[in-house]
Each structure stands twice: as C-alpha cells, then as structure tokens.
C-alpha cells in the first residue's frame, strides 16, 4: 500500500515525557500544528501518571485553567517524526547533528518529505527531537460540554474506573494527602476528569524563543454533518513500536456532534489507546481531499459499564479559540496567533441528501420509563415501526410520545406490539395528528440485498436528548440469513448502542434496509460489541404492514409472531455441540 501523503504524515508525531533518572514515562500521539516552526499540539493525559496531588500543573488547571511554565521541569521530552531517511540515495543529503538548529532541520525534513513521502523506494526513519512544555489549558467549552453530555450520573466513563466529569471542578474532592493520593483510585478518576478537557503545546529546541502559530489553514466548519467522512492518523501504544504502529490510520464518519461550534465530535473511526492527540482530518485521503480539522481526546469510552465503540475528539477550532483565550490573558507567554489570510478550505462539507431525508424518518419514542428510535415508515398515513421492547412499560392502545425531527413532540397511539420472547421484535404505532407531516419523504425500502455493502445505522443512541440529531454510524452489511427464500436477518459492523433500537439500517443512498433490533452480549462476562448488530429486513416489516393498511384489521399483524423453531434459534443464537455463550440484546 502506498504511504501517507507527505502533508499528512507531516502532521503526526508522537510525544513521549519521561522522569530523568527513572523508569516513569508516558506517550501518545501529537498534531504538529506550525509548518515552519515546528509547534506540536497533544492532548493533557500524557501527564496523568506523573501527576500528584501537589503537582504544579494540577493546582494551576485546578485555580486559573492554563499552566504557561514548563510544569515538569524534571522530566525529558521527546517528539519522533516519520519522515524519509536523510542521506539516502534518493534523498538530498542533508548535515543533521546535535549543534544543528533542530528546526532548520525539521524544515527541510517536512520540504524533502513532501516530494518523496509518495514513493515506496524511499526508506523511513525516525527522528527524535528535543522538545520543552511551552502551555497547557483547559478549554472551558468542552469542558462543559462533556459535563452536561457526558456526566458520570448517567453511567460515562473514560477509563477502567468511572471519572466523574461533573466533580472535576470540586477541589474538595481531591484527596489531601499526596502519600494517599498515590494510591487512592478515587485520585486517578479526578485526574481523568481534571485533564479530559485540556491540552498541551511543545516546542522543539532550538525554536525562536518566541512562536507564531498561523491558523489559517485550520479547519472551521460552520456545521458538521452526521456522517461526514473522516480519518484519525495516530499512533497506538504510542512509543511502544512506532516501526510497527507509527502514523496507523483509521477512517470513520461523524457519528454525532455537540457545544458550541460543534467542539465535541463523537466518531466511530477504531481508536486506541495511545492515538490521544492524533490529528482528526475531515474528508477522504484517498484524493487529497481533506482538512485538519480535530484532536482526539479519548479513543476509549464506556456506559454504565458498556464500551460503546465511538472515539471522542474537540474541534481543531475550539481547541485554537480556547488557546487564543489563555494567550490573551497572560502577558509573558511566548506564543501568538496569527491568520495570514481567509481560511482556504481544502475541503467543502456537504451533506449527503440521501441520508438527510433517512434521518427526517428517524423519530424518538418515550413510552414511560423507556425511550428508543422508531422508523417513521409512512408519514402520509401516520404509521411509525419500533421495536416492542422499545414500548415495553405500555399496554397496547395506550397513549405514547413521538419526537419528529423538525416539527416536535407528537402523541401516537401502540396499536400493536409482539410479546417478550418472540422471533421478532416489532411494534407498531400510530401518530394522531400527522397531516403536517405530509411533507416528509417516505424511504424507499431496498429489496436486494448484499453482503459487504456499505450501510448507515441511524437512532438516538447512547441519548434521548431531542437537542441532539440522530447518531450516524457506518459499517457494512456483514452477513444476511434466510429461510423458505425469505431474509429473516441482517447483520451490521455499523457501532449500535442502546437507544438505537427500532431504528434503520440504510443504503448509503438512503434506502431502508433492515429496522435495528439487538447486538451480541457475551453471556458469561455480560460484554456486549457494538460491532455485531442485527436487525429485522423491511420485507418482513413491510408484508404484514401493507396487508394490515388496507384491511385495518389487527390479525394482518399476525405473521409478526413467526413461530418457525429454525428462525427462532437463529434469533437466540441458539447453537448445538459448539458450547457458544452468547445472546442477543435489546439496545435499551
């Protein structure tokens, strides 16, 4: 495979801070933010084992938000590139030793890189580079985006222990004495919680004493779209291998977005440990069409105990706007920003039209206690399908609530529901009054099916916020079951998490191919993967649903309760001399 573009491995690094004198140390990956001086923006938790509970950096982030001296003066840092090795024969030869101003030659690595990064023949190496802490901040604006998004209330995590995100800022909280801090989990959440939201800018050695950052080039969007194609360049386990995972990639879509300047971006490109502070690049890199555009901040994430398969990440924008905010503040830091002219989009955002309208039929219900995602499959006649645990706190013909994106909450009716056990998992509701829903365009469902197709799973997962659109994750139709000639299954890679459940798996041209119903749970250690999703073909939907439309006669409903033993093993994974412990789950 050809490597990254020069741009793009340009922009990826990897940082590492180690104690002198000792075995401590900690990396993970870094964006190089200045072309020319060689500033290197990474995300704060590469400090989190060296902090205390008397650390410098902790009580200055804890009091004013920023740290602008060096906070770890004890400690060596180090910044590696990849970049063509200097003195071979392909390559310019190029005088590198250590009284060489570090970033003359760091210059002239990125101008060879960027004429021979295409060319396989061209050997790679790694340059260790000296580097100092010139600046850590919190951005305030993510930090109250993930508090009010992401409380610990309601079961978030970042780590094996839950953080408590919302007491980040209770400094009552933090254990007094350093000697139990140094063992106290409770320490290890709040630095989690304390550093989430917060960055850090390295120079080299050997940099002008003072820098300019000039941003132009930074991505601003005046609106992410769910879906948006995008790929994170980092490095996992950061320096534990870099001639194995240096500059790894991964590509993904904006599965959701929230604050100001959409700041947070959930995406479900595979993240791991070791890639906080990649760069995030919207767009594609298969045309050199794409922008820099984020940092991620946690690759890892769990709800109430469940790992969800999305990566967080801040906004390139938010992360510059916050840093702006600091340097304006402070008189003797040796950093400014500068714009040399009107940002240059590399690439245009456009939303896909096809998976707009799919998410205009994507409704939130809440029955009671219990909320998920519903197909509003025929708005001209008021008809929406979920799944019936969706609706399992009510009795049939009771009343229910239905959020329909754009025109609000709506009362439906359940006219019918399947019961707890089994084949398939459907409901069907009625909305009251959807004559202002006319307008809506019905999906067209799609009836051949095939395997590796791409797919976009589409529902309020994860949150039953009507501030928030749809989650949007995208995945390939992995497998598809049959019997008698019929679909009786479709299986997804699309990340699915609870509150998904009723929701559709689409084309990428937006047609409907399946309603979301569970994922697959390890029984014996109750681990879901939210990889591994199935769901009920529309044509099974959709043969009892027009039946029972021009007859308006319940039993029509009937073939719903599918009493096929083979189908009903398949559904409960019910499998013979292979010992597999494993079930479906609701995605509630």
Not at 22 to 38: E, H, I, Q
Not at 130 to 139: F, H, N, P, S, T
Request: net charge negative; aromatic share 6%; charged share 20%.
């Amino acid at each position: 495979m050809p490597r990254l573009s020069g741009s793009l491995s340009n922009k990826a690094c990897i940082v590492k801070i180690q104690k002198e004198n000792s075995d401590l140390a900690s990396s993970s990956s870094g964006t190089v933010l200045d072309k020319n001086a060689g500033l290197v923006l990474t995300h704060a938790s590469i400090f989190q084992s060296l902090l205390t509970s008397k650390s410098k950096l902790l009580q200055q982030i804890e009091t004013s938000g920023y740290c602008i001296d060096d906070p770890f003066p004890e400690t060596c840092v180090t910044v590696t590139l990849e970049l063509p090795k200097a003195g071979d024969s392909n390559t310019k030869q190029m005088e590198i030793n250590q009284s060489t101003n570090y970033s003359s030659w760091f210059i002239d690595l990125r101008k060879t890189a960027n004429s021979l990064m295409g060319n396989d023949e061209v050997p790679m190496q790694h340059y260790d580079i000296k580097g100092e802490i010139m600046c850590v901040w919190k951005c305030e604006e993510l930090q109250r985006t993930l508090i009010d998004l992401l409380p610990s209330s309601e079961g978030w995590k970042f780590s094996e222990d839950p953080p408590a995100l919302d007491d980040a800022s209770k400094t009552s909280d933090r254990p007094k004495s350093e000697a139990n801090a140094s063992n106290d989990s409770n320490f290890d959440i709040y630095k989690t919680s304390l550093l989430l939201p917060c960055f850090a800018i390295i120079k080299l050695e050997g940099s002008p004493r003072h820098m300019t950052v000039d941003f132009t080039e930074f991505f601003v969007p005046q609106m992410l779209f769910k879906g948006q194609e995008l790929f994170v360049i980092g490095t996992p386990f950061g320096e534990m291998s870099p001639s194995v995972f240096m500059n790894s990639m991964s590509k993904g879509v904006v599965a959701n977005s929230s604050g100001p300047s959409d700041c947070l971006i959930l995406t479900d490109a595979r993240c791991i440990p070791g890639t906080e502070g990649g760069p995030l690049f919207f767009g594609s890199p298969c045309h050199n069409d794409y922008s820099l555009g984020g940092i991620i901040i946690c690759p890892l994430c769990w709800k109430n105990n469940e790992w969800i398969g999305l990566s967080l990440a801040c906004s390139l924008h938010e992360v510059i706007v916050s840093l702006a905010t600091v340097i304006s503040s402070v008189k003797d830091i040796n950093l400014s920003l500068t714009s040399s002219s009107v940002p240059d989009m590399s690439v245009s955002l456009h939303e896909n039209p096809s998976l707009a309208k799919a998410m205009q039929c994507v409704v939130l219900i809440s029955a009671k206690h219990c909320w998920g995602s519903g197909i509003y499959i025929d708005p001209q006649q008021g008809y929406v399908v979920t799944c019936s645990h969706v609706v399992k706190a009510i009795a049939v013909n009771s009343k229910v609530s239905i959020y329909v994106p754009h025109f609000g909450w709506s009362e439906g009716s359940l006219l019918f529901k399947t019961a707890p056990g089994e084949v398939y998992d459907i409901a069907l509701l009625h909305i009251c009054v959807h004559k202002k829903h006319s307008n809506i365009q019905r999906l067209r469902c799609q009836s051949n099916i095939a395997q590796g197709i791409d797919v976009y799973s589409i529902g309020y997962a994860l949150f039953s916020r009507t501030s928030m659109a749809p989650t949007v994750t995208r995945g390939i139709l992995s497998k598809y079951s049959q019997a008698r000639g019929q679909h009786i299954m479709i299986q997804s890679t699309c990340v699915v998490n609870g509150g998904a459940s009723g929701g559709p798996l689409v084309t990428s041209d937006g047609q409907l191919l399946a309603m979301m119903a569970c994922n697959a749970r390890d029984s014996s250690s109750g681990a879901s993967y939210p990889h591994i999703n199935m769901g009920v073909p529309i044509s099974i939907i959709n043969t009892c649903l027009e039946k029972y439309k021009q007859t308006k006669d319940l039993e029509a409903l009937e073939e719903w309760r599918n009493k096929n033993s083979g189908v009903r093993d398949m559904w409960k994974l019910q499998m013979t001399g292979i010992g597999l412990k494993s079930e479906l789950k609701s995605l509630l």
